[in-house]
């Protein structure tokens, strides 16, 4: 079954192998989406996206994916997303900031945000890419 952008819900999507951390996310900006997946690494993430019935072009959810995780990383992940998703926000949240990775995140489109971070913080990252609201 296909879904147009006007008939499926907006999507938060959160790759961490922290669970607390995806709900830290969750319950900071999760109520502004109507559907929220969430994943513990990258492979779990591809093979949830792959299966959705939910793939078409979605530029309003939003992803927010650890760095470090088992299998793929960050980085990885956003690559994939990209394919997908290309004009969807993104962002990379890290205990590791290197200059190499927020040069990276930024070729790929996303926003990289420090750990740690408030939620305040994550939720105006999200509305200073112009994503807080639906369009």
């Known amino acids: 079954m296909q879904y147009s952008k006007s008939n499926r ?3 938060l ?7 607390e951390m ?3 996310v969750r319950s900071a900006i999760g109520n502004e989406f109507g559907e929220v997946v969430e994943a ?3 492979r779990e993430l591809f093979w949830t996206l792959l299966r959705s019935e939910v793939t078409a072009k979605a530029d309003d959810d939003v992803i927010v994916t650890d760095l470090v995780m088992p299998t793929y990383d ?11 998703y290309p004009d969807a926000p993104a962002i990379l949240i890290t205990a ?5 990775v927020r040069r990276r995140a930024r070729e790929l489109g996303a926003v990289v945000l420090s750990k740690p ?5 994550l939720r105006e990252v999200i509305r200073e890419a112009g994503h807080g609201e639906r369009r």
Request: no cysteine; aromatic share 10%; charged share 25%.
């Open 96 to 100: 590791f900031p290197s200059d190499a």
């Open 74 to 84: 960050g980085l990885d992940v956003l690559g994939a997303w990209r394919e997908l």
């Open 22 to 24: 995806r709900w830290l």
């Open 40 to 42: 513990a690494d990258g």
């Open 9 to 11: 819900t907006r999507r």
């Open 117 to 121: 971070f408030s939620t305040t913080a």
């Open 13 to 19: 999507v959160i790759a961490d192998d922290s669970a």
